[in-house]
């Protein structure tokens, strides 16, 4: 081994020699590199660089679309839920405007808001500047009357108006989409093609999802989304000088206008869209959009194209907004912004390289001598940080500034390392704190057994839960907190939006809260209002808090609780071996100021029999394909391991996440709460 590595160290060189010998190589292959572009690979220059403007432009384009679209899909399935948990009753229009009148705030380009249903019913919350409208439209019931209600942030007290119209939403293309799409196997979003809309006549495209009701009647929500955003995006995107940028639809209209005179203001773009190109007066467009109807559109080859004359570059890439409907997005160059005076200078190139060469090589020598110092001691102060000595150490001088930015960056990253060690030390303490707020010990109540597990996905979790268990007496208005005992316990799990320090602080307030309201002796009801109500107010504006909370009564066999927003809630049948999914009796909570609490009744549980609530966080896991765990598998688990008891499934339960998983990190907390009768 020795001798070896007397050979390798012997055929190491100086920072300086390295330096001076890469210096000159890359100098000549430079050079070379120059000439040989200059002469030869003029086309396949344009081509790379036609490649990479357009891939910058349709990446942008893409991301622009995808936040634009992205929290359109996420807030309608949302909605799909709300639905289906009876939240969207059309028959109620202040209730629905007190729920979706903030999550229009949230999302500006949103404008409208419908739910219909199958007896030709709906609502419909429309947003223009500070002036807000309902239309509530009872086809079956009022014919073409429609009541219409108008308000302002200024007049905040709705004025009613009747009006003759003659509008059937079954008939929309968004209602009917959605109901073909619920029943096509495929995602149940469904995207109409762009078109004016039938109240503000502006262009746009309505997304809309069909959901189920005990009613037994078909109920869709949908969202109008307005155009004229991307046509704002597109036409100031500066791709080159004289590039452009244009979204058009499958059938070639235009809902994303490029960079042109004509399109400077609102009115002549809002005139363009939806617009086929040979309607908007630009040949160039008519041009562009033929050419990427082409084989190559979409494989990243830039294609060649002759519009009025002149050679032009283009690339098309499509779009997908759901399984059935896509945009695509087109970036034309003319090849006289990518060639510029390419021809007249291959000449002066060539002269000017070997003069230049000649002065590098002398440079070459100069730098080497004046980089090597400064990077020695940039190394050695590297090795001394590398073995954990972050303290300050001697400046490195150098009259290169690039040496000099290096060095101060050194600087910056030590001063870096030392603050993320000291933040590390406070996350883990912060984790131990929330860790030890947990129960070290659940209750134990005669006749049940009780388990529970939280695992966050960063050092902080936004999951908890808690156990607290308690002694009755009839006439006493306290209640006596006991773990040994027991006859009752008040339960929690609580799930905040986001995992990390903040979350983790709300859901420990909300833990803090119910120990107290433990002592106060309140009933269910009182407490989850209670809750409600100091969220409400601490909470900022887009967050909430779903949680479960449940009273046990372990001398009745009873289990009294209820859900604002945490679902789907598992109920073990032991005596038909079967689980069953139940939903959510509410919205999270602090996402209203006032919340309708209504208990229900409570649940007997016998021998055998499980309850389970576990979070989001469980049921999202994924493996490395992306395919999710999903409630079934943990119904499967449940079912498999329910005589062995709650602990064991929990054990099952972890050890069956891991093997999903594959080494997949948590994307959220994961937390679980099992309740089960025993005897």
């Known amino acids: 081994m020795a001798p070896s590595t007397d050979r390798r160290m012997a055929r190491k060189v100086s920072i300086r020699q390295s330096l001076l010998r890469d210096l000159?190589?890359?100098?000549?292959?430079?050079?070379?590199?120059?000439l040989a572009t200059t002469f030869f690979a003029a086309r396949q220059t344009i081509e790379v660089l036609s490649q990479a403007y357009m891939g910058k432009a349709i990446d942008a384009t893409n991301a622009r679309l995808e936040g634009f679209f992205a929290p359109v899909r996420r807030e309608l399935r949302m909605l799909g839920a709300w639905g289906e948990a009876g939240l969207l009753d059309p028959d109620d229009p202040a209730a629905l405007n007190r729920l979706l009148v903030p999550l229009l705030r949230l999302h500006p380009q949103i404008t409208a808001l419908m739910v219909a249903d199958g007896r030709g019913r709906e609502y419909l919350l429309l947003r223009s500047g500070e002036h807000w409208r309902n239309r509530v439209t009872r086809r079956d019931d009022w014919g073409r009357r429609t009541r219409w209600l108008e308000w302002s942030e200024q007049a905040p007290e709705p004025?009613?108006?009747?009006?003759?119209?003659?509008?059937?939403?079954?008939?929309?293309?968004?209602?009917?989409?959605?109901?073909?799409?619920?029943g096509s196997g495929t995602d149940a979003l469904h995207w109409t093609e762009p078109y004016t809309f039938f109240t503000t006549k502006d262009p746009g495209v309505t997304a809309s999802l069909a959901f189920g009701r005990q009613d037994g009647l078909d109920h869709v929500v949908g969202v109008d989304v307005l155009l004229s955003d991307l046509s704002r995006f597109t036409t100031a995107l500066d791709v080159t000088e004289n590039g452009k940028v244009l979204v058009v639809t499958e059938d070639g209209r235009l809902i994303g206008l490029p960079r042109d005179p004509r399109f400077e203001r609102a009115e002549e773009r809002r005139a363009a869209l939806l617009q086929h190109p040979d309607s908007v007066g630009i040949p160039l467009l008519a041009d562009a959009v033929a050419a990427f109807s082409g084989p190559d559109t979409g494989t990243g080859i830039p294609l060649h194209f002759v519009s009025g004359g002149e050679p032009w570059w283009g690339q098309g890439q499509s779009f997908a907004l759901g399984p059935t409907r896509a945009l695509l997005v087109g970036v034309v160059i003319p090849e006289s912004d990518l060639l510029g005076r390419l021809n007249q200078l291959r000449l002066t190139i060539a002269g000017v390289t070997f003069a230049v060469l000649l002065v590098a090589l002398l440079r070459a020598i100069v730098v080497a001598r004046r980089i090597g110092g400064p990077i020695e001691a940039l190394v050695s102060q590297s090795d001394r940080m590398g073995r954990g000595d972050l303290g300050p150490g001697e400046p490195v001088e150098s009259p290169l500034r690039e040496v000099s930015h290096l060095a101060e960056a050194q600087e910056r990253m030590r001063l870096a390392l030392r603050t993320l060690m000291k933040m590390e030390r406070d996350l883990q303490l912060a984790r131990e704190i929330q860790q030890r707020a947990l129960p070290e010990r659940l209750p134990a109540l005669p006749g049940f057994a009780i388990a529970a597990w939280a695992e966050p996905a960063e050092a902080a979790g936004g999951d908890s839960y808690d156990v607290v268990g308690y002694r009755s007496t009839a006439g006493e208005e306290q209640r006596t907190l006991a773990l040994d005992g027991a006859d009752h316990a008040l339960l929690l799990m609580?799930?905040?939006?986001?995992?990390?320090?903040?979350?983790?602080?709300?859901?420990?307030?909300?833990?803090?809260?119910?120990?107290?309201?433990?002592?106060?002796?309140?009933?269910?009801?009182?407490?989850?209002?209670?809750?409600?109500?100091?969220?409400?107010?601490?909470?900022?504006?887009?967050?909430?808090?779903?949680?479960?909370?449940?009273?046990?009564?372990?001398?009745?066999?009873?289990?009294?609780?209820?859900?604002?927003?945490?679902?789907?809630?598992?109920?073990?049948?032991a005596s038909r071996g079967a689980v069953e999914e139940r939903p959510a009796d509410a919205p999270p909570l602090g996402l209203l100021d006032s919340l309708d609490v209504a208990i229900p009744a409570p649940l007997s549980l016998r021998r055998g029999d499980l309850f389970a609530v576990i979070s989001d966080g469980v049921f999202e896991a994924t493996d490395p394909d992306g395919r999710e765990f999903g409630v079934q598998r943990v119904c499967e688990l449940i079912v498999r391991h329910a005589a062995a008891g709650p602990d064991q499934i929990l054990a099952a339960l972890r050890t069956a996440l891991a093997d999903f998983a594959r080494g997949v990190p948590a994307r959220d907390d994961r937390t679980a709460l099992l309740i089960q009768r025993t005897r």
């Open 24 to 34: 000159l190589l890359v100098i000549l292959l430079l050079s070379g590199g120059i």
């Open 494 to 573: 609580a799930d905040a939006t986001g995992h990390g320090i903040g979350p983790a602080l709300s859901v420990t307030q909300v833990r803090a809260m119910l120990r107290m309201a433990a002592r106060s002796g309140n009933e269910l009801a009182r407490i989850v209002c209670y809750l409600n109500e100091q969220l409400a107010e601490d909470l900022p504006p887009g967050r909430f808090i779903t949680a479960w909370l449940g009273d046990l009564d372990a001398r009745r066999h009873t289990l009294t609780s209820f859900s604002a927003g945490q679902a789907p809630l598992l109920y073990y049948d």
């Open 159 to 182: 004025v009613e108006t009747w009006r003759e119209l003659d509008y059937d939403p079954r008939a929309r293309p968004w209602y009917r989409g959605a109901l073909e799409a619920r």
